[in-house]
């Protein structure tokens, strides 16, 4: 069965870093868009980052020149680097295989000043 499970949430302060990974089971991963959505209590879940199979990523204007989204597909692996955090980048992080519409359960990221 197709698994998702992120890691690297932690605590950070204001304009530290992160990387965020998910690693994808029982799926042909190479084929799938993989996405990266966060979501902030009270607030939508909002579309972050995503890369297609051949690479081509997609950002959310609120993240452009602060996260890069990459995969790895030997290791079945989608990677969220985030630079420059804000307090505004706090929530829990997702990440989704957009093609098969399956979602991991998250993993936190709290960031404070």
């Known amino acids: 069965q197709v698994q998702l499970v992120e890691s690297g949430g932690a605590l950070v302060q204001a304009g530290g870093s992160l990387r965020l990974s998910c690693a994808v089971s029982g799926s042909t991963f190479n084929v799938n868009v993989m996405g990266w959505y966060r979501q902030a209590p009270g607030k939508q879940?909002?579309?972050?980052?995503?890369?297609?199979?051949?690479?081509?990523?997609?950002?959310?204007?609120?993240?452009?020149?602060?996260?890069?989204?990459?995969?790895?597909?030997?290791?079945?692996?989608?990677?969220?680097?985030?630079?420059?955090?804000?307090?505004?980048?706090?929530?829990?992080y997702y990440c989704r295989i957009l093609t098969l519409n399956y979602w991991g359960l998250g993993t936190q990221v709290t960031v404070s000043s």
């Open 45 to 92: 879940r909002e579309k972050v980052a995503s890369i297609n199979s051949g690479g081509s990523p997609w950002y959310a204007d609120s993240v452009k020149g602060r996260f890069a989204i990459s995969r790895d597909n030997a290791k079945n692996t989608v990677y969220l680097q985030m630079n420059s955090l804000k307090p505004e980048d706090t929530a829990v």
